[in-house]
DNA sequence: TCTGGGGTCCTAGGACCC
DNA sequence: TCTGGGGTCCTAGGACCC
């Protein structure tokens, strides 16, 4: 918690709604549903409109629906929302260069790295004014709510305060009184199971939950969930404002209409999805060595599986294989025969490939191999020995073990090329026989 | 026909290593 | 034969967030 109340946050009013009711006049002041409109859909986000019918985010559209027959259901267009967020991340970053976006219609500011002449409550009252200000008269009228505060906790606590289009200046040494008479999921992270937990054991408020040791907290949720809400009790937070995080996965899935019995379909659908996937991996110059699908059952159980490659792939090819060989043996093993509503591929684990080839070049020379022919007999595959080749051309190979290969593929033309990784008994991989010359 | 999609973080158990 | 202990990696599941 600092000195100042120098953490903003700022959250646009029903975002994805506001910009849909922006760019139709005809919609304007009527309710307006963004989200999924397919029979699984979700709203995404609620006009103020809808919402006095009692529609909500994360609600099915099918209930949505039922409560709010005559609002307008949209699917939404993420081009116009991304393009309004842009604007507005812009105007965050004129404020000061420590912006962190959480979503497309939140952020927090860090006051303390901008240029204020101070951080007393009057001069980031009237920053934060001239904002939203700003932020409408840039975005066709687009309303923000803003909290400013000395943490991120309470920061978003005020944001939250005064919506819509409302701001809420915390003055430093006033947060415990302003938590203590909230609910305790009011606390980033409390959800429904932890605030079941905590109801049982009597605890309701902020103030309630101020009033439990440690060791009763770490007993009841966990260690590090319980040494997180005994300081944000306190309103203790002194997590920083990170503006670059990289990362840490990459996923597409789909729950589709009517569950899925077949197989050849779940595969050709995962196909698609890991095409996807590696796709946005390569775009963002990524790559990752595990691969995990995903499958919720028709009741709603939700699996995954996973499996790590020794080296990193952004191949569609491999990522492709590797999510059909988890499904099989997941259907080996599963009865999936009751139908499966959601499947998905992601990739996690994540490392540069760029750099980790720059690396690999500078650091170890990579010996020409010993073109071999390797004995039927022998199982497995030897590093640096076997020669192998698939489309990619010819290889050696890498690394292997827990059933997969790891393959350095080249070319004469263009020297070193990337390396990829392979089931040990994919078929599309195939040991290279030298040719046969004939005798002169 | 209740319950999206894209993420993050935590826990817990087993393998493996020193 | 009554057999530690810590660290890391991997897998699976779950809670949570926007």
């Known amino acids: 918690m600092r000195v100042h109340a120098s953490v903003l946050h700022l959250d646009l009013d029903a975002f994805f709604a506001s910009v849909e009711q922006r760019d139709k006049p005809s919609l304007r002041g009527k309710p307006v549903v963004v989200g999924g409109v397919g029979g699984r859909g979700v709203v995404s986000t609620a006009s103020y409109e809808a919402r006095r019918f009692g529609v909500r985010s994360a609600m099915s559209t099918r ?16 081009h116009a929302y991304r393009a309004a967020s842009e604007i507005v991340m812009g105007l965050l970053r004129e404020v000061s260069p420590l912006v962190e976006p959480l979503s497309l219609d939140e952020a927090f500011v860090d006051l303390a790295a901008g240029g204020l002449p101070d951080l007393e409550v009057p001069t980031v009252t009237e920053l934060a004014e001239e904002l939203r200000a700003r932020v409408a008269e840039a975005t066709g009228g687009l309303t923000a709510s803003v909290g400013v505060a000395s943490s991120k906790f309470v920061a978003k606590v005020a944001s939250d305060l005064d919506k819509p289009d409302g701001l809420v200046v915390v003055p430093p040494g006033t947060e415990a009184d302003l938590l203590r008479p909230m609910r305790v999921t009011v606390i980033p992270g ?17 103030a309630d939950l101020e009033a439990v040791s440690l060791e009763e907290l770490v007993r009841l949720v966990g260690r590090a969930q319980g040494t997180g809400l005994f300081a944000l009790a306190r309103a203790d937070d002194d997590r920083p404002v990170v503006a670059e995080r990289e990362a840490k996965s990459v996923s597409v899935e789909g729950t589709y209409d009517t569950d899925l019995t077949d197989l050849g379909l779940m595969e050709q659908i995962l196909t698609r999805q890991g095409r996807d996937v590696a796709g946005r991996l390569r775009r963002h110059g990524l790559s990752g060595r595990t691969v995990t699908i995903k499958v919720r059952l028709h009741d709603f159980t939700t699996l995954n599986r996973s499996s790590t490659l020794p080296s990193p792939t952004d191949s569609p090819a491999t990522i492709t294989r590797l999510a059909k060989a988890l499904l099989s043996e997941l259907a080996a093993s599963t009865d999936l025969s009751g139908g499966v509503r959601l499947l998905g ?33 022998r199982r497995g595959w030897v590093p640096g020995m076997d020669v192998v080749h698939d489309t ?3 290889g050696w190979v890498w690394g292997s073990g827990r059933g997969v290969v790891t393959v350095r593929f080249e070319t004469a033309e263009t020297g070193p090329g990337p390396v990829r990784s392979f089931p040990t008994d994919d078929p599309a991989l195939h040991r290279w026989e030298p040719p046969v010359t004939e005798p002169a």
Do not use: N
Not at 67 to 76: D, E, V, W
Not at 351 to 356: K, L, V
């Open 190 to 206: 409390v959800g429904p199971a932890t605030a079941e937990r905590l109801r049982r054991a009597g605890i309701h408020t902020v």
């Open 63 to 78: 209930e949505a629906r039922s409560r709010c027959p005559h609002a307008a259901y949209l699917g939404g267009r993420f």
């Open 392 to 394: 990619h051309g010819r």
């Open 345 to 377: 591929v992601g990739v996690s684990g994540l490392a540069d490939w760029i750099q980790e080839d720059l690396f690999g070049e500078a650091e170890e020379e990579v010996p020409e191999p010993e073109i071999e022919t390797v004995p039927e007999t």
